[in-house]
T-cell receptor
């Protein structure tokens, strides 16, 4: 059974810092990995999707990497801003079973002005 | 395209009541999913469907039922609501075939059972 773990569970940083969020998964037989952002009481916003054959994806100040063999992904946020404050969820789409996303519990990020 | 739409946005149920959460997508996606998200947690899969007439259980199906009579609609039925079903419910869809199609999520339904 696929399990996804996100570390840390919560993070507070001053504005302007570069930061890294970590995601690990137990079964490397995946199609892709997605990073989502979720604001309090809101839905999910897809940030980046990395195919299993890719090593990284970039969008603006965000860069996500994938090391499928070791079961790890990182989300790098450059020059953090207070508007980046949210919960960040990692999810993987497995090659076997239900073909649905398995989610981690998220990292709650607070960027202090 | 409206994408994935869900109704209602909020609902309060009494224990033992029943209700149907509606989900509709206009992207002609074959795959549709229902997830629930408990406070401070990630999403867990309740049920999914790979096409009209085909549904299957996810990780936490107890207390729920689904049907898929059309490509567009995937309603989730709660029978005999219990406090443990207090959660936020998200519907999602994606294209079938291939592996690079991301899931698109609806805005969610916030359900409280008291």
């Amino acid at each position: 059974k696929q399990e996804v773990t996100q570390i840390p569970a919560a993070l507070s940083v001053p504005e302007g810092e570069n930061l890294v969020l970590n995601c690990s998964f137990t079964d490397s037989a995946i199609y892709n990995l997605q990073w989502f952002r979720q604001d309090p009481g809101k839905g999910l916003t897809s940030l980046l999707l990395i195919q299993s054959s890719q090593r990284e994806q970039t969008s603006g100040r965000l860069n996500a990497s994938l090391d499928k063999s070791s079961g790890r992904s990182t989300l790098y946020i450059a020059a953090s801003q207070p508007g980046d404050s949210a919960t960040y969820l990692c999810a993987v789409l497995g090659r076997t079973g239900r073909r649905a996303l398995t989610f981690g519990s998220g990292t709650r990020l607070q960027v202090q002005p | 395209n409206a994408g994935v739409t869900q109704t209602p946005k909020f609902r309060i149920l009494k224990i033992g009541q029943s209700m149907t959460l509606q989900c509709t997508q206009d992207m002609n996606h074959n795959y549709m999913y229902w997830y629930r998200q408990d406070p401070g947690m990630g999403l867990k899969l309740i049920y999914y469907s790979v096409g009209a007439g085909i549904t299957d259980k996810g990780e936490v199906p107890n207390g729920y039922n689904v049907s898929r009579s059309t490509t567009e609609d995937f309603p989730l039925r709660l029978e005999l609501a219990a406090p443990s079903q207090t959660s936020v419910y998200f519907c999602a869809s994606r294209l079938t075939g291939g592996t690079d199609y991301e899931q698109y999520f609806g805005p969610g339904t916030r359900l409280t059972v008291t």
